[in-house]
């Protein structure tokens, strides 16, 4: 079954620590997108990337990066330099120039917690 | 970033009561779309909208596409408890944009 998969589930940081979180899709979709939730908010989105080796700045880039080497994969680097990190991260995918149609696939997210 | 505007922010309501909740933008749509997002999950899509107008209905769910372009409305029918929920409504600025502009976002609670 094709799908958005992100690992782990839950992730624990200490301050001062840089964190990966994982994201595949096997739907063969060219645009990923990375979104931060936080407790009764909406969704805000860090980074999205269309094509494989390019990516743009969401509205909250800021303590963030990520990479496109693989059409499959988009993870996410929490870094030491983002200071409020706890958050619901969910990543989802879509179809480029179908992503306002189709509307997106999302993952079942990953929790952090800084410890 | 933008964000449409969703209301309500949270809804408490009994078992078998109808539910209805609004999603209104300052800029033209042409794509509104409906996700449902469970505790601890990702959203799960469960309308899409393509024309000013239209009304479409995904079982107890009916969501329609404000004649102006510029709303939506979801309506859920004799509501059980695994509607509980945060449903979010998002809309595509230009035909075939790869961005969607979400909504804030309405809570559903419902007492037994």
């Known amino acids: 079954d094709g799908g958005i998969t992100q690992s782990p589930k839950y992730l624990f940081r200490k301050e001062g620590q840089n964190v990966t979180l994982s994201c595949e899709q096997n739907?063969?979709?060219?645009?990923m997108y990375w979104y931060r939730q936080d407790p009764g908010q909406g969704l805000r989105l860090i980074y999205y990337s269309q094509i494989v080796n390019d990516f743009q700045k969401g509205d909250i880039a800021e303590g963030y990066s990520v990479s496109r080497e693989k059409k499959e994969s988009f993870p996410l680097t929490v870094t030491s330099a983002q200071k409020n990190p706890t958050a619901f991260y969910l990543c989802a995918s879509s179809i480029v120039g179908g992503g306002g149609n189709y509307g997106y696939t999302f993952g079942s997210g990953t929790r952090l917690t800084v410890v | 970033g933008q964000q449409l505007n969703q209301s309500p922010q949270s809804m408490f309501i009994q078992e078998g009561e109808d539910v209805s909740m609004n999603c209104t933008s300052s800029?033209?749509?042409?794509?509104w779309l409906w996700y449902k997002q469970e505790p601890g999950e990702g959203p799960v899509l469960l309308i899409a909208l393509y024309k000013a107008g239209e009304l479409t209905s995904n079982g107890r769910l009916t969501a329609q596409f404000g004649i102006t372009r510029k709303d939506s409305f979801l309506n859920i029918s004799a509501s059980i408890p695994s509607d509980v929920g945060i449903y979010f409504c998002a809309g595509s600025l230009n035909f075939g944009n790869e961005k969607l502009t979400f909504g804030t976002g309405t809570r559903l609670t419902i007492i037994p």
């Open positions: 800029s033209i749509f042409n794509t």
């Open positions: 739907l063969n979709h060219d645009a």
